[in-house]
T-cell receptor
Framework: NAGVTQTPKFQVLKTGQSMTLQCAQD?????MYWYRQDPGMGLRLIYY???????DKGEVPNGYNVSRLNKREFSLRLESAAPSQTSVYFC??????????????FGSGTRLTVV | GENVEQHPSTLSVQEGDSAVIKCTYS??????FPWYKQELGKRPQLIID?????GEKKDQRIAVTLNKTAKHFSLHITETQPEDSAVYFC???????????FGKGTMLLVSP
């Protein structure tokens, strides 16, 4: 039982390059999320998918797109990377609302640097 | 939407002392309040949570209290140890209807 798996762990991009961050969970969770973490800013929601087939914008969606490929997988794409997107990205998942443990389970993170 | 304020941003204590981190939230409808611990270079991990129908919850050396009237909740760590050193995040949500909104975090440093 791996929980939430993110790839890659580290990435360096040049301005204007594109890339996709991958996330998969094996806990049969319905909801999945992408957050970015910057010093002094806490965790800010980029996009989320409440259930398979749906995606919604979070607090900071500009410059990103997402795909909920199936119940297990939720990817985050940067079409044209900018230095402002240098950050640590966390994927997370949670079970159905109302279940006893509604807490998020986070992946190990992707440290992205855009130069 | 929900807004969560967290204080202090940094907290230094001596081993064995108690530590208290406080959060306030804006949406009176929020009913689920988790706390996460993030060690340096690691992922945030859920350490304790509380729902709005409960005023206090304890788990060994950690406890969380909730004051719905004042819209604030606090994390209490007793008998702190160096391994408690980490960044702690509070969060709030209307369970089942919205996503978690996180505070900006508190860096707790426990000196031996």
């Amino acid at each position: 039982n791996a929980g939430v798996t993110q790839t890659p762990k580290f990435q360096v991009l040049k301005t204007g390059q594109s890339m996709t961050l991958q996330c998969a969970q094996d806990m049969n969770h319905n909801s999945m999320y992408w957050y970015r973490q910057d010093p002094g800013m806490g965790l800010r929601l980029i996009y989320y998918s409440a259930s398979e087939g749906t995606t919604d914008k979070g607090e900071v969606p500009n410059g990103y797109n997402v795909s909920r490929l199936n119940k297990r997988e939720f990817s985050l794409r940067l079409e044209s990377a900018a230095p402002s997107q240098t950050s640590v990205y966390f994927c997370a998942s949670s079970p159905l609302p109302g279940q006893s443990n509604y807490g998020y389970t986070f992946g190990s993170g992707t440290r992205l640097t855009v130069v | 939407g929900e807004n969560v304020e967290q204080h202090p941003s940094t907290l230094s204590v001596q081993e064995g002392d108690s530590a208290v981190i406080k959060c306030t939230y804006s949406d009176s409808a929020s009913n689920y309040f988790p706390w996460y611990k993030q060690e340096l270079g690691k992922r945030p991990q859920l350490i304790i949570d509380i729902r709005s129908n409960v005023g206090e919850k304890k788990d060994q050396r950690i406890a969380v209290t909730l004051n719905k009237t004042a819209k604030h909740f606090s994390l209490h760590i007793t008998e702190t140890q160096p391994e408690d050193s980490a960044v702690y995040f509070c969060a709030a949500t209307l369970s089942g209807y919205s996503t978690l909104t996180f505070g900006k975090g508190t860096m707790l440093l426990v000196s031996p």
